[in-house]
Each structure stands twice: as structure tokens, then as C-alpha cells.
């Protein structure tokens, strides 16, 4: 069991590394931390003593000083240092720094100078230390206007803004997921060592696109997708990585339930579930009153759940959160509700006949992916 503590576990990416750390708990115990405890020298001294991996992700990104920027993190840094020293303790530490370490600013030179610390510590107690160079990051839940310009875009396109170009040029990007998948691996490959490792990762990027393409693709998606229903067609895992982030940034609160055109006539009813810019598989399930169907979430699908006859509620949880969306559907009026990933997930008969529902999931979805995981909405 490696026991693993992430300062600034609260941000973004910290976020996302805690909760995916939580997908293997028996191989790792995630010891919690509080922006706190850097104000409190004995709360971080308290807090490094646990951790055989310490994965340093606390760093301010903007300020309208600069100069503030560049003292906060190399303070941050000093101050981990200071606490490992003084406890005698030599956790394998990674670093992450940034891309911008080659350009000329406070961020990117409070970066680079704080792996250097990092490393000469490591050097000099023969501890582990792991500098990360991490390309541009984009996920679901950053922060608009300051984690990645993705982020701001996507926000922008879902809440009746127009987002600007303000510097085209391409850009390396690295999904979330894809740089806590890099993190875990570079943790199971130093545990294993049976010497000190010292060194600078350049941490590889997804892909490397223009700004204004990926401006131009979210855009399609809201107008696919935001405004029309149609799943849009998504070429590879990026496209998908793309499309989970943007609809992130949708209020599913106010979005959902989805009212779906009903087409009458004397054989029936006929309703147009999903209209697909991609392939994908299509399923449908009976479900007698008072059962409950799902209590788990994804990290990559794309589902949506369709209520053709019948009664339901649909309950969505936002992982780490305790609120609970409740969503009423009623067959009576085709309605659907789409799963955002990292929300458990459940569909309950709440009627008095057979409830029938109608699931459609991405076909770049993999079963032996293991991309579900069980928890209680």
C-alpha cells in the first residue's frame, strides 16, 4: 500500500488525481491535505511524516502582480523542503512544474527554479524526486478563466458568451485523466526501484492542435449537441476527451430533462431517442416499480438514458460532492437525461407499471476498459 499525499488536492488536477487514486484502494491510501497546513507548520510537518509519495500540485497560476506569482510558489516549495528536513523524512516527491519553464515570466521561472530546488534536496538526503515538465492540461471542472483557456471556452460557449481568440498558435495538450494515468505509473515505476531516482519527465502530450480548431470544434458541439441533441461525431479519444470536457461546463440542473418530439398516429407513437453524428450501441430495459437501477459512475462513456413508458426519477452526484440532482421523467412525455462522467448515477421505477428505458453508449467505449466504478448516489 503506497500512502500518498497531494498538496493542492483541492485543484484541479489535484481533484482529479485524488479521486482516480480512490479507483485502486488496494494499492493506494490517499492521505488528505488542506490548503491549510501551509499555514500551520506543524499540520505539514504532521502530513509529510505519512506520505511515502508526496505530489507537490500547490502553486499559484495568475495574480495581476507577477512578482507574487513567482514568490508564492518558490515559498511553497521552501516550506515543503523545510518540513521533509526537519522530520528527516524522504518521500519520493513529484514536482509538478510546466511547459512554460522556457519562457521568459515569473510563473514559468518560479517553476523552473522550484524542480531545481526539489531536485538539489533530493541530491543531497538521496531521495526520490520526479520533476514533471507537464504540457498544457484540460479536463472537466477546470476553473474558467484560469486553469486553461479550454476550460474558459467551453464555459463561455454553455452560459450565452462568446469566447475570443486572444493568441492563435498550436498547442500540446494532455487530458486530465491522461496526466493522472502518467502520475500513478511513475509512482508504481519508483516504488519498484531499488535505488533513488532523480529526474526530469517530460510528461508526453495527447495531441497538438491549433487554438481557433478547438474553438471551431466546440463551437459544433454547441450547436450539435447544446442546442439541437444531436451526439456529434468524434473521431478518436481526444475528440471524445473534448466532448466530456465541454459538456462539463453544462448547467444539467436547468438542461435536463430533455422534452423529445412525440409523432402520433393510428399505429402508435413513434419517438426519436438520439441523433447520431457518431456510431454507437443503443439497449432498452424493463424495470418493475420500486427498483433501482445503476449506483455508479464512469470516467470516459457517454450514456444517455431515454424513458419511453412509465415513471422515473434519475438521481446524478457529482463524485467528492453530497448533492444530489433529482430529474423526473414520465413516458407520458419522452424525455432523456445524459450521464456527465465522474457523477454516480442511478434510474428508479418510481410508478405503478413497468418502467421502459431506452440506453445508448458511445462505441469508442471499451467494457474491459474499466471505465465503471460502484458507488451510491
Not at 512578482?67 to 521552501?78: C, F
Request: aromatic share 12%.
Amino acid at each position: 500500500m503506497i500512502k500518498v499525499g497531494i498538496t493542492g488536492q483541492p485543484g484541479f488536477v489535484g481533484t482529479h488525481l485524488y479521486n482516480t487514486l480512490g479507483l485502486f484502494p488496494n494499492e493506494f491510501e490517499r492521505i488528505p491535505f488542506e490548503d491549510a497546513y501551509f499555514q500551520n507548520n506543524a499540520d505539514l510537518r504532521r502530513f509529510i511524516k505519512q506520505c511515502d509519495v508526496i505530489v507537490h500540485l500547490a502553486a499559484m497560476n495568475r495574480h495581476p502582480d507577477p512578482q507574487v506569482i513567482y514568490e508564492t510558489n518558490l515559498k511553497l516549495v521552501n516550506q515543503l523542503i523545510e518540513a521533509m528536513e526537519a522530520e528527516q523524512v524522504k518521500p519520493h516527491v513529484l514536482f509538478s512544474s510546466s511547459t512554460q519553464e522556457e519562457r521568459d515570466n515569473e510563473y514559468g521561472k518560479s517553476k523552473r527554479e522550484g524542480r531545481s530546488l526539489l531536485e538539489q534536496w533530493a541530491k543531497r538526503n538521496n531521495a526520490s524526486f520526479t520533476g514533471m515538465v507537464v504540457p498544457n492540461v484540460y479536463g472537466p471542472f477546470g476553473r474558467p478563466d484560469y486553469n486553461s483557456f479550454i476550460a474558459t471556452f467551453c464555459y463561455k460557449l454553455t452560459h450565452g458568451e462568446k469566447p475570443q481568440v486572444i493568441q492563435d498558435g498550436d498547442v500540446r495538450l494532455i487530458y486530465v485523466g491522461s496526466l493522472c494515468n502518467h502520475i500513478l505509473d511513475k509512482m508504481r515505476e519508483v516504488q519498484q526501484s531499488a535505488l533513488p531516482v532523480v529526474e526530469r519527465d517530460a510528461v508526453p502530450y495527447d495531441f497538438e492542435r491549433k487554438v481557433t480548431e478547438i474553438l471551431s470544434l466546440f463551437e459544433q458541439f454547441k450547436d450539435l449537441y447544446f442546442e439541437k441533441g444531436f451526439i456529434p461525431e468524434l473521431k478518436d479519444r481526444n475528440d471524445i476527451n473534448l466532448f466530456n470536457t465541454f459538456r462539463c461546463y453544462m448547467d444539467n440542473a436547468s438542461y435536463f430533462p430533455v422534452k423529445l418530439v412525440q409523432h402520433a398516429d393510428s399505429r402508435g407513437i413513434f419517438v426519436e431517442t438520439i441523433k447520431l453524428g457518431i456510431g454507437g450501441q443503443i439497449s432498452f430495459s424493463t424495470t418493475i416499480p420500486g427498483i433501482t437501477r445503476g449506483n455508479h459512475y464512469h470516467t470516459r462513456k457517454i450514456e444517455r438514458f431515454t424513458v419511453i413508458k412509465g415513471k422515473a426519477r434519475i438521481q446524478l452526484r457529482k463524485i467528492g460532492t453530497d448533492e444530489v440532482l433529482n430529474f423526473y421523467l414520465d413516458g407520458n412525455e419522452p424525455s432523456y437525461v445524459d450521464m456527465p462522467i465522474w457523477f454516480t448515477h442511478n434510474i428508479t421505477n418510481i410508478g405503478s407499471e413497468e418502467l421502459y428505458t431506452q440506453f445508448w453508449i458511445n462505441e469508442w467505449y471499451d467494457p474491459e476498459d474499466g471505465d465503471t466504478f460502484f458507488e451510491q448516489a
